[in-house]
């Protein structure tokens, strides 16, 4: 079955250096009329290399989840991805209407201990877990011990309300939906640092990752700033 998201999922925009970053938050004070000197705060988190989910709630309860797709309408996937642990089924204190956006992965430990048992092996943690949400049977989805985060939302009632990113997350994490470490940063040098910690370590996480992505806190900001028809104005990753 096919799924239509709320609102197009969209993508992001990368810079590859610190000249490209610069780039990018020129861009941003040029298009509020801002002094080039003016500085924002953004959050910054870990870019997962997995699949793109979009779940729709209403009245707290889980209606539908969809894959990307080709970014307007998805597959429905509903049925597998009530089977992943931690993955909340039913919302307290939820709003009317909300569509959470994120992505599902497998974590290493788990692909090399499936590919061991598998004669026809997956090449990467990625596509095992694209196959591992396509399947028929829900029962074989859950075995294969997939993990989710949530990032965003794409669409939501009137008394879902924040002001600013992290307060999203936090919100977020609330519900019950596992959401990546993220940091607030409050200067250029935070961001970059924060870049280079995780270039440093990103061997030892237990999941693949292709980028750092930093999004403007100030929300009242990203509603000015706005999309093109690629993606937000206001995110961008760093890979
Ligand atoms: S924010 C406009 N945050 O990357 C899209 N995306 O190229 C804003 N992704 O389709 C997305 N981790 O599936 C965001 N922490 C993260 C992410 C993330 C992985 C994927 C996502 C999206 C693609 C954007």
Redesign the pocket.
């Known amino acids: 079955k096919k799924v239509k998201h709320m609102n197009p999922?969209?993508?992001?925009s990368n810079v590859f250096d610190e000249k490209e970053l610069f780039e990018f938050l020129k861009k941003i004070n040029n298009f509020l009329g801002l002094p080039e000197s003016t500085t924002h705060a953004f959050t910054a988190?870990?870019?997962?290399?997995?699949l793109?989910i979009s779940i729709l709630y209403k009245e707290g309860k889980l209606i539908t989840c969809a894959t990307?797709g080709d970014g307007i309408v998805g597959e429905d996937i509903t049925e597998n991805i009530k089977t992943l642990k931690n993955f909340p089924v039913e919302l307290q204190n939820a709003p009317k209407l909300l569509e959470v956006?994120g992505?599902v992965y497998m974590k290493h430990d788990v692909f090399s201990t499936l590919n061991e048992s598998l004669e026809k092996k997956f090449a990467s943690p990625r596509n095992a877990a694209a196959g591992s949400l396509r399947q028929l049977d829900p029962e074989i989805t859950k075995q294969r011990n997939l993990s989710y985060?949530v990032?965003?939302v794409g669409g939501a009632s009137e008394d879902f309300t924040y002001l600013l990113q992290h307060e999203m997350y936090e919100k977020l994490k609330g519900l019950g939906f596992c959401v990546?470490d993220y940091k607030q940063c409050n200067s250029v040098q935070e961001m970059l640092s924060f870049y280079q910690n995780f270039e440093s370590t990103r061997f030892q996480k237990n999941f693949d990752a292709d980028g750092i992505?930093y999004?403007l806190e100030d929300l009242t900001l990203c509603k000015r700033l706005g999309f093109t028809a690629h993606?937000?104005r206001f995110?961008v990753?760093h890979k």
């Not at 999922?9 to 992001?12: A, E, H, K, Q, V």
């Not at 988190?45 to 997995?50: A, L, T, V």
């Open positions: 999922m969209l993508s992001l988190e870990p870019k997962i290399d997995g793109g990307r956006r992505e985060f990032y965003g990546n992505v999004k993606g937000p995110q990753a």
